[in-house]
């Protein structure tokens, strides 16, 4: 199939190729792919615009982009439990039964890798964010097993490559193991080798995970109930809840309706239970799907966004409601909360006073609108992020400047401010100063939201009428 250009001529389907080289034919009736060609642009130039608009690493259908993939045979961030469990999962599978030459590219894991060379690999277990990995044993070889406890940190990964492709071992290497057809690189911040004792003392002193068969919610209930820290911090606090990270803190408090700085002894037994709910509904999800998913489909779609992914976290407004998020520091990390949907309760000035602690742990004045990042744990549709040009990374950043004729050079900061100071206005809705390429947001998302092609002339009057659109083979 050929079509036709804004004036006249025919071009291939050959010759549209998407910045990851999968193959695209013209059609004009995908209302879905307006956003990608860029419609909204003057038809005389229109062969002129990228088929991928936005930056390099975007591919495919915009609503479901998140960031670019991982290089293959790598596994993303360790910093929810997660993602520790999916990769005891993995390794079941394709490393457990195995005997592995072991060594130590680096050098900071000689004496472990000497003790488990030779030696099959019996069992990977996840706890929170803790794994450990079982080699040999007394039926096994006649021998000890050995142990190995790994906590990833923020940026472990526990790689498996075929030989073939196997890439030389990086400067954070601790562990490369090597069997027949497979080859295993392990990078993380803490990697330990020792007996049974090991892995025993290491788990009496995590808490509950609500990923593992054997979790005591009861238990965890009797020690938060007891406690005079407020459940914002029991939430991070790995020896109560084992695997729970800063994201899911935010959301699992915000779905259960209860506010971070109520202290544990102050907590009711039904707002520990919404809490304990959500933890094991949102980090199974998680553990399912490989990402960080809080907000519910139906939700999403009722509230008009079936793409959201996140309520509260690294946002300025509520998913839910739309009031204004809140931010503060809460042992070094940025703690989330709407007051609207997590209200605090009332608190007596006279029970304040004589409390030997103070039930709450930050004043309002502390509190402030969140400051937004481009978060790689939890990552957002290009969408969502070209609202909030913090969220851009700083590539993205300096092609929107320069399709603006702007300057692209400086800092992050000032390569903000410059794109949120220029003057520019959104061809389907008038709106002054939205920062995306052609289109603002608002008017973005009802365009890729299945919008009949016959009604854009309709709710958008201003509008040059579309020429292509694109399908995917």
């Known amino acids: 199939m050929r079509a036709k250009g804004a004036g006249g001529g025919e071009r291939s389907p050959k010759e549209e190729v998407g910045s990851c080289g999968v193959r695209r034919r013209v059609s004009h009736r995908c209302p879905r792919a307006l956003l990608r060609l860029g419609f909204l642009g003057d038809p005389e130039t229109l062969w002129r615009i990228p088929v991928i608009q936005f ?12 960031q670019p993939r991982p290089r293959k045979g790598t596994q993303k961030s360790m910093v929810e439990g997660h993602s520790v469990h999916r990769v005891a999962r993995a390794h079941t599978l394709r490393l457990v039964g195995r005997f592995f030459k072991a060594t130590s590219p680096n050098g900071r894991f000689v004496d472990g890798a000497r003790a488990i060379n030779g030696r099959k690999l019996n069992k990977v277990e996840a706890i929170g964010k803790n794994l450990f990995a079982w080699f040999g044993g007394v039926k096994v070889d006649g021998r000890p097993a050995v ?29 490369k193991l090597e069997a027949d057809n497979i080859v295993s690189h392990l990078s993380a911040m803490t990697v330990q080798h020792g007996n049974e004792d090991l892995y025993t003392s290491k ?13 005591d919610p009861e238990g965890l209930w009797l020690r938060v109930k ?55 509904q949102l980090l199974r999800r998680g553990f399912q799907t490989g990402s960080i998913l809080t907000v519910d489909k139906i939700e999403a779609i ?25 931010a503060w520091s809460m042992a070094s990390r940025t703690c989330y909360a709407c007051p609207n949907c997590q209200p605090l309760p009332k608190i007596d000035p006279v029970e304040q006073k004589d409390s030997p602690m103070p039930i709450v742990e ?32 700083v590539k993205e950043l300096r092609q929107h400047l320069r399709e603006r004729g702007l300057s692209a050079s400086g800092k992050k900061t000032d390569l903000i401010s410059r794109l949120t100071s220029s003057k520019w206005r959104c061809k389907a809705c008038g709106n002054m100063n939205i920062h995306s390429t052609l289109i603002c947001v608002i ?8 919008v009949p092609l016959v009604d854009i002339s309709t709710n958008f009057p201003s509008l040059e009428a579309p020429v292509f659109t694109l399908y995917e083979n």
């Open 302 to 326: 009722s509230l008009g966004r079936p793409k959201m992914r996140r309520y509260i976290y690294n946002q300025l407004t509520c998913g839910r409601c739309e009031g204004n998020v809140v």
């Open 147 to 175: 142990v190995m406890h790994v906590h990833f940190g923020m940026s472990g990964r526990w790689a498996v490559f075929d030989p073939q492709k196997a890439p030389d071992p990086t400067p954070t290497t601790r562990l």
């Open 362 to 393: 930050a004043t309002e004045s502390k509190k402030s609108k969140p400051k937004l990042f481009n978060s790689h744990c939890a990552p957002e549709t290009l969408v969502d992020r070209l609202a909030h040009p913090e969220k851009l990374r």
């Open 55 to 66: 930056h390099p690493g975007f591919h495919g259908d915009p609503r479901r982009h998140v």
């Open 226 to 280: 007891k406690s005079r820290k407020c459940i914002g911090k029991l939430m991070m606090d790995q020896a109560y809840f084992a695997g729970v990270g800063n994201i899911y803190r935010a959301e699992i408090l915000f779905k259960a309706g209860v506010h971070p700085e109520i202290l544990g002894c102050d907590l009711s037994r039904e707002q520990f239970e919404r809490i304990w709910k959500h933890t094991v």
């Open 443 to 450: 008017c973005a998302e009802a365009l890729i939201s299945s």
């Open 203 to 215: 788990k009496s002193k995590l808490g509950q995970d609500s990923l593992r068969e054997d979790a």
